[in-house]
C-alpha cells in the first residue's frame, strides 16, 4: 500500500468512526463495547488466565477509545454524558 493509499484508507475509517459516533444507536454500541471491556476497572483478580484476558480486553476497549477521541472527540463527550446520565 503507498502513502496515498494509506491516507485514503485513514480518512475513510475516520468517517467511518464518525458516521457511528453520530447517532445515538451507534453510541450505544460504542458504550456496549466498553462496558464489555472492562476498561476503567481492574484487571485483576487472583486467577492468571482470567487476568490476562481482562488485559486484552481491556487494550481493546482503549484503543476503541482512543479511536473515538481521535476522530469524534465531540461525539465522544456526548457518550461520556449519556453515560452519566443513564448511571443516575
Known amino acids: 500500500m503507498n502513502q496515498e ?3 485514503r484508507k485513514q480518512q475513510e475509517v475516520k468517517e467511518a468512526w464518525q458516521f457511528v459516533m453520530s447517532s ?3 453510541r450505544l454500541v460504542v458504550r456496549d463495547v466498553l462496558r ?3 476498561v476503567g476497572l481492574s484487571p ?3 486467577a492468571t488466565n ?3 484476558k481482562n488485559v ?3 487494550d481493546v476497549g482503549l484503543q476503541v477509545t482512543n479511536r ?3 476522530f469524534a472527540f465531540d461525539d ?3 457518550l461520556i454524558q449519556e453515560e452519566n446520565e443513564h448511571v443516575r
Request: proline content about 0%; charged content about 20%.
Open 5 to 7: 493509499e494509506a491516507k
Open 24 to 26: 445515538n444507536q451507534g
Open 36 to 38: 464489555m471491556s472492562g
Open 44 to 46: 485483576f483478580n487472583g
Open 50 to 52: 482470567q487476568t490476562i
Open 56 to 58: 486484552g480486553m481491556q
Open 68 to 70: 473515538v477521541r481521535e
Open 76 to 78: 465522544y463527550v456526548k
